[in-house]
């Protein structure tokens, strides 16, 4: 199976876009619900997109509004994505301030703070975070926690500031590492990429550049967990072992057989796996994007496993879904513990988030009988055509009715 491009990286290098004007190209962007929902609100700022295949094509030659309406910031925070690159290059921007999540408080503090250190004035007027600079200027940031989004803004906007910045505490995740290659395309400064010390040389342009985006690691692991889980084998094809390296640890020592080639993970189970603690970390650790998955994995593993969340606090809307399926699990404060058994019965569940709905699919794949998830469109926002890569790799799956969001 081919893993698609990395959703949260094209989040990333699609607004950095607006760093430049004229055309660009991003090779391997998948088609996913959250890049039309990027691309809408790039065209409602003039930008021209066209996404045929895999490679989007944004050309930002007409840029006319630097604002980020409530309408799509509400379905995908992600869009907060476009207030560094508008404050760098225009001096100004209007963006909705993001609501709450499915998963808890998700606050953008960090964000704004950032541009602040960066001399923007920021105010918050209707909902909307106003920001507002002459031209920025470079700063040393100190991030309090490591946070992808934070950082990705503070690099789009400090690529075009007057003069040096430091990012410490910086994000070291693939997808932010990808950013910055991105960013010097197009003729950014950058040094100490992959490390959490970015320094930022500010220039005065940046030109369009074209990039080829890497294999979406959190799809590859999902995939895997699907795998073991019911006892398959898989060969992911497309896709970076390297950025995979705790999951990968966690998968052998449950008892499946993973093989790595460059761009390929095989992985053989017997379905007899054992129960293995997880907890989730900033990059390299395990994501928390794979703790639902993992856990629908525990289901019906052997023994007991504790899952600690210490990314997101609150993120186990999935617990209560499987429950219905059969799992026995506790949850106290950010920790589940998993107490194995020996199937899950079909059941109609509700999926809550995207990484909740994979973790449903894949607890559904194990159960015996059928089992029926509901709100699928949350499963459309991170994952390309799932029912037909699960189906093309064995399992009983199909789309019975598309809901809208
Ligand atoms: C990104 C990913 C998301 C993933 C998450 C953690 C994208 C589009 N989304 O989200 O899939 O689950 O990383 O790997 O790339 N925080 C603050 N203040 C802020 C920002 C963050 O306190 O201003 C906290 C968060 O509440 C969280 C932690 O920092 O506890 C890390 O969050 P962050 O890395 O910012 O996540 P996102 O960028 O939103």
């Given at each position: 199976?081919?893993?698609?491009?990395?959703?949260?990286?094209s989040?990333?290098l699609m607004p950095a876009t607006l760093l430049a004007a004229g055309p660009c190209r991003l090779a391997?962007t998948?088609?996913?619900?959250?890049i039309s929902t990027m691309s809408t609100l790039l065209e409602t700022m003039g930008v021209d997109i066209r996404h045929p295949g895999?490679t989007i094509e944004l050309d930002t030659a007409h840029v006319h509004s630097q604002e980020a309406?409530?309408?799509m910031?509400?379905?995908?925070?992600?869009?907060?994505?476009v207030?560094?690159p508008l404050?760098?290059r225009y001096?100004?921007?209007?963006?909705?301030?993001?609501?709450?999540?499915?998963?808890?408080?998700?606050?953008?503090?960090?964000?704004?703070?950032?541009?602040?250190?960066?001399?923007?004035?920021?105010?918050?007027?209707?909902?909307?975070?106003?920001?507002?600079?002459?031209?920025?200027?470079?700063?040393?940031?100190?991030?309090?926690?490591?946070?992808?989004?934070?950082?990705?803004?503070?690099?789009?906007?400090?690529?075009?500031?007057?003069?040096?910045?430091?990012?410490?505490?910086?994000?070291?995740?693939?997808?932010?590492?990808?950013?910055?290659?991105?960013?010097?395309?197009m003729?950014?400064?950058?040094?100490?990429?992959?490390?959490?010390?970015?320094?930022?040389?500010?220039?005065?342009?940046?030109h369009p550049a074209d990039?080829?985006?890497?294999?979406?690691?959190?799809?590859?692991?999902?995939?895997?967990?699907?795998?073991?889980?019911?006892?398959?084998?898989?060969?992911?094809?497309?896709?970076?072992?390297?950025?995979?390296?705790?999951?990968?640890?966690?998968?052998?020592?449950?008892?499946?057989?993973?093989?790595?080639?460059?761009?390929?993970?095989?992985?053989?189970?017997?379905?007899?796996?054992?129960?293995?603690?997880?907890?989730?970390?900033?990059?390299?650790?395990?994501?928390?994007?794979?703790?639902?998955?993992?856990?629908?994995?525990?289901?019906?593993?052997?023994?007991?496993?504790?899952?600690?969340?210490?990314?997101?606090?609150?993120?186990?809307?999935?617990?209560?879904?499987?429950?219905?399926?059969?799992?026995?699990?506790?949850?106290?404060?950010?920790?589940?513990?998993?107490?194995?058994?020996?199937?899950?019965?079909?059941?109609?569940?509700?999926?809550?988030?995207?990484?909740?709905?994979?973790?449903?699919?894949?607890?559904?794949?194990?159960?015996?009988?059928?089992?029926?998830?509901?709100?699928?469109?949350?499963?459309?926002?991170?994952?390309?055509?799932?029912?037909?890569?699960?189906?093309?790799?064995?399992?009983?799956?199909?789309?019975?009715?598309?809901?809208?969001?």
């Amino acid at each position: 199976m081919t893993v698609s491009g990395a959703k949260n990286a094209s989040l990333a290098l699609m607004p950095a876009t607006l760093l430049a004007a004229g055309p660009c190209r991003l090779a391997n962007t998948p088609r996913l619900r959250d890049i039309s929902t990027m691309s809408t609100l790039l065209e409602t700022m003039g930008v021209d997109i066209r996404h045929p295949g895999t490679t989007i094509e944004l050309d930002t030659a007409h840029v006319h509004s630097q604002e980020a309406p409530y309408e799509m910031v509400k379905k995908m925070r992600a869009s907060f994505y476009v207030l560094g690159p508008l404050l760098g290059r225009y001096g100004h921007a209007r963006v909705s301030y993001p609501g709450g999540c499915a998963w808890g408080p998700r606050p953008v503090d960090l964000h704004l703070r950032a541009m602040e250190a960066l001399g923007a004035e920021i105010t918050i007027e209707g909902g909307y975070v106003i920001a507002r600079a002459d031209r920025l200027r470079g700063a040393e940031i100190q991030f309090e926690i490591s946070s992808v989004g934070a950082t990705g803004n503070a690099l789009m906007a400090a690529v075009l500031a007057q003069g040096s910045t430091v990012l410490r505490n910086a994000a070291v995740e693939p997808e932010i590492t990808q950013l910055a290659h991105f960013l010097r395309r197009m003729g950014a400064h950058i040094d100490g990429i992959g490390t959490n010390c970015l320094t930022i040389e500010g220039v005065d342009d940046l030109h369009p550049a074209d990039d080829s985006n890497i294999p979406d690691r959190i799809e590859a692991g999902t995939f895997l967990a699907a795998a073991a889980a019911t006892g398959g084998n898989i060969t992911l094809e497309n896709v970076s072992h390297e950025h995979l390296t705790a999951v990968l640890e966690l998968f052998r020592r449950a008892g499946c057989d993973i093989s790595v080639t460059e761009n390929t993970i095989t992985l053989q189970s017997d379905g007899a796996l054992t129960a293995i603690d997880a907890t989730t970390a900033i990059y390299p650790g395990f994501p928390t994007d794979m703790q639902a998955q993992w856990m629908a994995m525990m289901a019906t593993a052997n023994g007991s496993s504790v899952i600690t969340d210490t990314v997101y606090f609150d993120r186990f809307n999935h617990v209560p879904e499987l429950q219905r399926l059969g799992a026995r699990i506790d949850v106290t404060k950010n920790t589940a513990t998993v107490h194995g058994v020996e199937t899950l019965t079909g059941a109609t569940v509700m999926s809550t988030d995207l990484r909740a709905s994979a973790s449903l699919i894949i607890a559904g794949l194990i159960a015996r009988g059928s089992s029926e998830v509901l709100r699928v469109y949350h499963i459309d926002r991170g994952y390309e055509a799932i029912e037909l890569k699960l189906r093309n790799l064995g399992a009983d799956i199909q789309r019975v009715d598309s809901e809208d969001y």
